[in-house]
């Protein structure tokens, strides 16, 4: 796949909430993923997809998904963007919380070798 392709398709899988269909399918082995921060003050960046689905998991886990909306892909050369915008309730403090938040992806050898959080600031 190209990278319009798999941008394509990481937008409709994140759309189902489909998260781990979208990293089982499109992710390389060797991801590197990168959040803005971490809850737990650990290094935002994670290597290899066997750390990538457990932080999935962390994320299923730990957090009631209310709403999902999924704009975009926006694409040029061997990257993109998408933008979400999330609804959720972490289930241990009860506090729900509305994110906004771009990920940047980098497509090598039609795998998403890389992929960057930034949050909407304000």
Same mark, same amino acid.
């Given at each position: 796949?190209?990278?319009?392709?798999? =941008?394509?398709?990481?937008?409709?899988?994140?759309?189902?909430?489909?998260?781990?269909?979208?990293?089982?399918?499109?992710?390389?082995?060797?991801?590197?993923?990168?959040?803005?921060?971490?809850?737990?003050?650990?290094?935002?960046?994670?290597?290899?997809?066997?750390?990538?689905?457990?932080?999935?998991?962390?994320?299923?886990?730990?957090?009631?998904?209310?709403?999902?909306?999924?704009?975009?892909? !926006?694409? =040029?050369?061997?990257? !993109?963007?998408?933008?979400?915008?999330?609804?959720?309730?972490?289930?241990?403090?009860?506090?729900?919380?509305?994110?906004?938040?771009?990920?940047?992806?980098?497509?090598?050898?039609?795998?998403?070798?890389?992929?960057? !959080?930034?949050?909407?600031?304000?």
């Amino acid at each position: 796949m190209n990278t319009e392709e798999v =941008a394509k398709k990481v937008v409709e899988l994140t759309r189902k909430q489909a998260w781990k269909k979208a990293i089982d399918t499109l992710y390389d082995k060797d991801i590197v993923s990168v959040e803005a921060r971490t809850m737990d003050g650990s290094s935002p960046e994670t290597r290899g997809i066997d750390g990538v689905r457990r932080k999935t998991d962390w994320w299923l886990e730990n957090m009631q998904v209310h709403s999902a909306k999924v704009s975009g892909p !926006f694409v =040029a050369h061997d990257r !993109f963007v998408v933008q979400y915008d999330i609804d959720v309730t972490d289930k241990n403090s009860k506090k729900r919380m509305q994110i906004s938040e771009v990920g940047v992806y980098t497509v090598k050898d039609g795998k998403v070798s890389r992929e960057e !959080f930034l949050p909407l600031v304000g």
